[in-house]
């Protein structure tokens, strides 16, 4: 931790790679939570329910 | 004891403030909204658990700062405890950060302001905002040659916003007890708002599909 990060240039954007790494990451993550299967639970309403307003 | 009706005979102190409060707590946020046991069909999956994790990680943000500021800010480089502690602080403070944002693109994507819920939204933007800031004044507040960096590269574009006559980055007593004390209790109070107001009007529904005529299909035109 104690030695610079090694950057990215691209064009006009800089970016470290630890940086980069954490967004690549976040963007896997929300496609993962996009497309992976929700397990089934007993407080999830089957129909069309709606919230009470 | 009154039975219940459309238009209850009024009570002794329904006049007062409190029972106004009262009524109006009645009407926006009751309990089965407070504490559902059930959740809308759309709620199964993981996009709307990136809030909650969120939360849990705010709590050991929290949990971890409440030790660290019992100890001092000077505890951490001295202790190898101090120094496990701070790193749970450090690293809850980055999940934290993590799963704001992924909550925050889930709910952009999809217009979680929708139906009413603009201010839900608005104070999430806040909670956002006001994260930024306390984790800056966490990492000014760390007492090392990391921190010293930060304050005097940050102070010039400080003072260029105008905002450093009141918000010194160099001043280690102000930026301290911004971290440990103003900031933390802001934000917990605006999550709580914030969870308040998703229960008082139910997780916001997903945008229908595109009708044959070219007409969105409102999720508003669902009662």
């Known amino acids: 931790m104690d030695t610079p990060a090694t950057y990215v240039q691209l064009g006009f954007l800089v970016i470290s790679v630890p940086n980069l790494l954490v967004i690549l990451g976040m963007v896997l993550v929300f496609l993962a939570a996009l497309f992976a299967p929700f397990p089934a639970h007993h407080g999830i309403e089957t129909d069309h329910d709606e919230h009470p307003e | ?223």
């Open chain 2, 1 to 223: 004891m009154s039975t219940p009706s459309s238009h209850p005979a009024p009570e002794p102190g329904d006049a007062t403030w409190t029972g106004a409060a009262r009524r109006l707590l009645e009407r926006r946020l009751p309990l089965t909204h407070l504490l559902p046991s059930r959740q809308p069909f759309f709620v199964g999956s993981w996009v709307y658990v990136f809030g909650v994790v969120a939360i849990t990680a705010l709590i050991w943000v929290i949990g971890s700062g409440i030790v660290l500021a019992f100890f001092g800010p000077g505890w951490f480089h001295v202790s190898g405890v101090g120094r496990f502690v701070n790193s749970i602080h450090f690293w809850s403070v980055q999940l934290f950060f993590f799963f704001v944002v992924l909550h925050l693109w889930g709910q952009y994507f999809m217009a979680s302001w929708r139906d009413g819920r603009a201010t839900t939204w608005l104070v999430g933007v806040v909670i956002f905002v006001v994260g930024l800031v306390t984790g800056f004044t966490g990492y000014v507040s760390q007492q090392n040659l990391d921190a010293q960096w930060i304050a005097i590269n940050a102070k010039d574009g400080i003072n260029a916003t105008g905002a450093g006559s009141f918000f010194n980055v160099l001043d280690f007593g102000q930026m301290y007890g911004i971290h440990v004390m103003l900031l933390p209790i802001t934000v917990t109070m605006l999550v709580v708002l914030h969870v308040v107001q998703v229960r008082m009007r139910g997780v916001v529904k997903p945008i229908e599909p595109q009708a044959p005529g070219g007409r969105r299909n409102a999720p508003t035109d669902v009662a």
